[in-house]
């Protein structure tokens, strides 16, 4: 299902689409083999309610956020589960959001990478009216018995 991009933290430069070899790399450097394994161990089959959010058009989802830590690393500030999650379901490019620090560093590095702003995910989970989530698709009806019940 096709969704809208965004991060809550907001202090983002852009949202692209990052190989999945580049995200280990990062995440190898300071997380051990059985911190990635505990990650990966509790990843749900959909994602989590906290990800995924109301948009005008599209349903939004909350992408990891990268940035630049004080040693001058790029590091997950925010999204080790959503990256696994992503990673689990077969993805082999993962959306995450960068800092202007970020862009600079993987430019200076010759990492190329695409900006974007929505992708077809993994998953057809759509917010519903008390901010959850489910796995299928809202229909009148539905929406009716969810306000019936208020």
């Known amino acids: 299902m096709k969704y809208e991009l965004y991060n809550n933290h907001w202090i983002h430069e852009y949202i692209i689409l990052l190989d999945i070899e580049i995200i280990d790399g990062i995440l190898n450097e300071y997380n051990t083999v059985d911190d990635l394994l505990w990650l990966t161990n509790h990843c749900t089959e959909e994602p989590?309610?906290?990800?995924?959010?109301?948009?005008?058009?599209?349903?939004?989802?909350?992408?990891?956020?990268?940035?630049?830590?004080?040693?001058?690393?790029?590091?997950?500030?925010?999204?080790?589960?959503?990256?696994?999650?992503?990673?689990?379901?077969?993805m082999n490019a993962i959306p995450v959001a960068i800092t202007k620090s970020v862009v600079e560093y993987f430019r200076n590095k010759g990492i190329n990478f695409k900006v974007i702003t929505a992708l077809d995910m993994p998953c057809s989970v759509m917010p519903n009216l008390q901010n959850k989530v489910e796995s299928k698709p809202l229909d009148g009806n539905h929406v009716i018995k969810m306000l019936a019940r208020k």
């Open 48 to 90: 989590k309610s906290v990800w995924v959010a109301r948009g005008s058009d599209l349903a939004m989802f909350n992408v990891p956020l990268l940035v630049i830590n004080d040693e001058k690393e790029v590091r997950v500030s925010d999204g080790r589960h959503r990256i696994c999650w992503m990673k689990g379901k077969g």
